[in-house]
């Protein structure tokens, strides 16, 4: 085992912002006021984590007159807009909620506005969202799907119904369906699977509606996940995306905090089927982002995830979005990246859903029109129909 690489300075005073306490934050901010500390690349991993409201408030409350007035306004610029956007969405996931309750449906909300008024209910509008995620039973996907019309809300992927005999396939290939409001734009999430890997997570949505929590809003309660599975989510979803990642370490730090566990793999043990190598790798992670809160050294990694979780912390240095399209310029990439996840994956189950989904995609249930029964003839065909998706989009046909 050896120590990871520490984080920047300017990236560890981003997540001291988050987990510190006034007195550690008012310190590092001391030693950033004495050093050759780069406020705009502070800003510049700040907004890129998704961080810069919450970085605002904390420098206002701490120390109002420590960072440059061009750096402050800008991340305040932020914060009101952080405001303004967590006013609305939690009206609309409390009404949400409300409304797929009395047509029978259940439903968690995931991350967003759950965790917002979860791990900061004295101050929900520091935590940036993009969007609104709920999660349903698979079952009530007709009767949600007539709530979100209710409401105002248009489906915008997938864009056309399936052919019938594909839709267990795309089910499998796909686990959400997106709406918009055309009125707000606001954009609904809506979530059959907790995961897009069907064995990442332990149990169905019965047991996990079971462990979630009532969380109180302004606006009325909605459910979240709590304990160990938010825990475990948070872990999943943050090694699924490269966006935004030390905001979501932070979250799990939090999450740890609320449960009083020192560590993920300790809240999430194996015999209740939870996977345990993220849990391993996020340990390693969080034991080089809280040392450097407080300028100490990093604790040891497992040496079977020190490369892993070097690679992230390099990353969350130059943070970037997950690309939402795929084509075949960022095939080795994505090839790399599910490799990556493969290794993550408990038993072949889990490992051979990331061969699937990176050979194959949900579009290509259109045009095969077959079940999940032939799911090997998908991961064989869907090279060859990403090719021909590509060909068509160059000739405009």
């Known amino acids: 085992m050896a120590a990871l690489s520490p984080l920047s300075d300017e990236l560890a005073l981003v997540a001291a912002c988050d987990l510190a306490g006034d007195e550690e934050l008012l310190r590092r901010l001391a030693a950033a006021r004495q050093s050759s500390f780069d406020w705009d690349r502070f800003a510049f991993l700040a907004r890129g984590n998704a961080m810069a409201g919450l970085v605002a408030a904390r420098l206002d409350r701490v120390a109002p007159d420590v960072a440059p007035e061009r750096v402050a306004a800008l991340l305040r610029a932020e914060l009101q807009a952080n405001a303004v956007v967590q006013l609305a969405q939690t009206a609309a996931a409390a009404r949400l909620s409300h409304s797929l309750a009395a047509a029978g449906v259940r439903s968690i909300v995931l991350k967003g506005m759950a965790l917002s008024h979860m791990l900061y209910p004295a101050d929900p509008h520091w935590r940036s969202s993009g969007d609104i995620d709920i999660l349903i039973d698979q079952a009530d996907l007709a009767a949600a799907g007539r709530v979100m019309a209710g409401e105002g809300y248009r489906r915008l992927w997938p864009e056309t119904g399936m052919p019938p005999m594909g839709q267990d396939m795309f089910l499998l290939l796909a686990n959400v ?7 707000s734009g606001q954009l609904v999430e809506l979530h059959h699977r907790i995961t897009l890997n069907p064995a990442w997570m332990p149990g169905g949505f019965d047991e ?19 304990g160990p599975h938010l825990v475990s989510y948070l872990c999943w979803h943050a090694f699924a995306h490269f966006g935004f990642r030390l905001k979501w370490f932070c979250d799990i730090v939090r999450a740890l905090r609320r449960a009083g566990a020192g560590s993920c793999a300790a809240l999430c043990p194996a015999g209740e089927g939870f996977a345990q190598g993220p849990l391993a790798l996020a340990d ?5 982002i809280l040392p450097a809160i407080e300028g100490k ?22 943070p970037a979005n997950l690309p939402t399209a795929r084509s075949l310029a960022l095939l080795p990439g994505e090839l790399a990246f599910r490799l990556f996840l493969m290794r ?5 189950r ?13 579009r290509d249930v259109a045009v095969l029109g077959l079940g999940k029964r032939y799911a090997a003839l998908y991961a064989l065909a869907g090279p060859f129909l990403a090719i021909r998706r590509f060909l068509l989009a160059r000739g405009g046909g």
Do not use: C, Q
């Open 284 to 288: 390693a992670l969080i034991g080089a």
């Open 208 to 226: 996990l509606h079971a462990a979630s929590a009532e969380i109180g809003t302004a606006r009325g309660a909605i459910r979240g996940l709590d």
């Open 350 to 362: 889990g490992k051979g859903y990331e061969l699937l989904r990176a050979t194959s995609d949900p």
């Open 344 to 348: 993550l994956s408990p038993g072949w």
């Open 297 to 318: 050294r990093a604790m040891a990694a497992p040496d079977a995830w020190r490369g892993d979780a070097n690679r992230i912390l390099a990353d969350m240095e130059r």
């Open 177 to 183: 369906f997106d709406y918009a409001s055309p009125v």
